[in-house]
């Protein structure tokens, strides 16, 4: 599954980058990739409001994150802060019990479906381009959700 995902990430990556930059508005569904009895692991709302806030549902817990988007020769981060937590686990049993000043990078890979799979940095193959692999979960629209 990981190879394959991977084969589909890098496939993906040339269309990504010809695509204008991907803009999330409204609220998305995450699942990880990761499965228990056929139901991912972890799954949270994220909603991306226009004025840069990233709201999270995530198990018991309730967070505000400052995010933005940026473009680099990669393809498209996710770069969030923490800005408030209830400080209750999320879905995978951790806490946010005070935010810090820490960016999180997320690179993200947007789908001719319209998900988007989240990942770790690409590393580089011999020749220098971005290798993706490892994604960890996908988002799609709340709206495309099945």
Same mark, same amino acid.
């Given at each position: 599954?990981?190879?394959?995902?991977?084969?589909?990430?890098?496939?993906?990556?040339?269309?990504?980058?010809?695509?204008?930059?991907?803009?999330?508005? $409204? +609220?998305? !569904?995450?699942?990880?990739?990761?499965?228990?009895? =056929? *139901? &991912?692991? %972890?799954?949270?709302?994220?909603?991306?409001?226009?004025?840069?806030?990233?709201?999270?549902?995530?198990?018991?817990?309730?967070?505000?994150?400052?995010?933005?988007?940026?473009?680099?020769?990669? $393809? +498209?981060? !996710?770069?969030?802060?923490?800005?408030?937590?209830? =400080? *209750? &686990?999320? %879905?995978?049993?951790?806490?946010?019990?005070?935010?810090?000043?820490?960016?999180?990078?997320?690179?993200?890979?947007?789908?001719?479906?319209?998900?988007?799979?989240?990942?770790?940095?690409?590393?580089?193959?011999?020749?220098?381009?971005?290798?993706?692999?490892?994604?960890?979960?996908?988002?799609?629209?709340?709206?495309?959700?099945?």
């Amino acid at each position: 599954m990981k190879v394959v995902l991977a084969l589909l990430c890098l496939i993906t990556l040339a269309a990504a980058r010809a695509q204008p930059s991907f803009a999330p508005i $409204g +609220v998305y !569904l995450f699942n990880t990739t990761e499965q228990h009895d =056929g *139901a &991912p692991v %972890c799954s949270e709302l994220w909603e991306f409001k226009p004025d840069g806030r990233m709201l999270i549902e995530s198990g018991a817990e309730r967070a505000e994150h400052a995010y933005r988007i940026e473009t680099d020769r990669d $393809g +498209v981060w !996710l770069i969030r802060r923490a800005v408030r937590s209830n =400080g *209750a &686990p999320d %879905c995978m049993g951790h806490r946010i019990p005070s935010p810090t000043p820490q960016e999180h990078r997320t690179y993200l890979v947007p789908m001719n479906d319209g998900r988007v799979a989240t990942c770790p940095a690409p590393t580089r193959t011999s020749d220098g381009a971005p290798f993706v692999s490892g994604c960890y979960g996908f988002m799609v629209p709340a709206d495309q959700a099945g």
